[in-house]
């Protein structure tokens, strides 16, 4: 009878006294991000000649934009798909489909939702390079600050590929979200 009770508490336990996790439920983004590439700087500081400067890669810099869809169906992951659009030298105007997996890192009852995200992308539009490709990782966080609306902050380390010619980029990004769950805040 004593086993019978001390199960009946525990799952009274698990089923009644736990709070419920927040999650963002379907969210979209719209954010701006700037990125520097910094061995090209120092590449670029140390050429000689012209024909050094020609075989250079592109982009000192980037900066863009990006609007995502996503739904965070788990605690613990949530998923985002959209375009983005990155501006990284004067021939190089790239237009990005991406996929990016959210790992939310942060206790499940805060309202802030801290991540580490991957980021992967190909390019959708035809410009200098015919087919780039973007790969990033990132860490950041959603924060709301109404019932529907919120902040995203996140620290890029991205990869575009221009047709063979990489660059690496450390960036920082700020969007705002919007978010199906009502309850948060």
């Given at each position: 009878?004593k086993k019978?009770?001390f199960?009946?508490?525990?799952?009274?336990?698990?089923?009644?006294?736990q709070?419920k996790?927040n999650?963002?439920?379907?969210?979209?983004?719209v954010?701006a991000?700037?990125?520097f590439?910094?061995?090209?700087?120092?590449?670029?500081?140390?050429?000689?000649?012209?024909?050094?400067r020609?075989?250079?890669?592109?982009?000192?810099?980037?900066?863009?934009?990006?609007?995502?869809?996503?739904?965070?169906p788990?605690?613990?992951f949530?998923?985002?798909?959209?375009?983005r659009?990155?501006?990284v030298?004067?021939n190089f105007?790239?237009?990005?489909?991406?996929v990016?997996?959210?790992?939310?890192?942060?206790n499940?009852?805060?309202?802030?939702?801290?991540?580490?995200?991957?980021?992967f992308?190909?390019?959708?539009?035809q410009?200098?390079?015919?087919?780039?490709?973007?790969i990033?990782?990132?860490?950041?966080f959603?924060e709301?600050i109404?019932?529907?609306?919120?902040?995203?902050?996140?620290?890029?380390?991205?990869?575009?590929?221009?047709?063979?010619?990489?660059?690496?980029f450390?960036?920082f990004?700020y969007?705002?979200?919007?978010?199906?769950?009502?309850?948060?805040?």
């Amino acid at each position: 009878m004593k086993k019978f009770y001390f199960l009946l508490l525990l799952i009274s336990n698990f089923l009644f006294s736990q709070e419920k996790p927040n999650k963002l439920g379907v969210f979209g983004v719209v954010e701006a991000n700037i990125g520097f590439d910094v061995a090209a700087m120092i590449k670029q500081s140390q050429v000689t000649n012209e024909y050094q400067r020609q075989n250079l890669d592109p982009g000192k810099f980037n900066y863009g934009f990006a609007a995502q869809v996503g739904y965070q169906p788990l605690n613990w992951f949530a998923l985002g798909t959209g375009l983005r659009y990155s501006y990284v030298d004067p021939n190089f105007h790239v237009i990005y489909w991406t996929v990016q997996p959210f790992f939310i890192v942060s206790n499940p009852q805060d309202e802030e939702f801290t991540y580490i995200s991957a980021n992967f992308g190909t390019q959708i539009n035809q410009t200098a390079s015919k087919n780039a490709k973007l790969i990033g990782l990132s860490f950041g966080f959603f924060e709301p600050i109404t019932k529907n609306l919120g902040n995203k902050f996140q620290i890029n380390l991205d990869v575009q590929n221009f047709d063979g010619n990489s660059t690496f980029f450390i960036g920082f990004s700020y969007g705002i979200t919007f978010f199906s769950n009502k309850k948060l805040q």
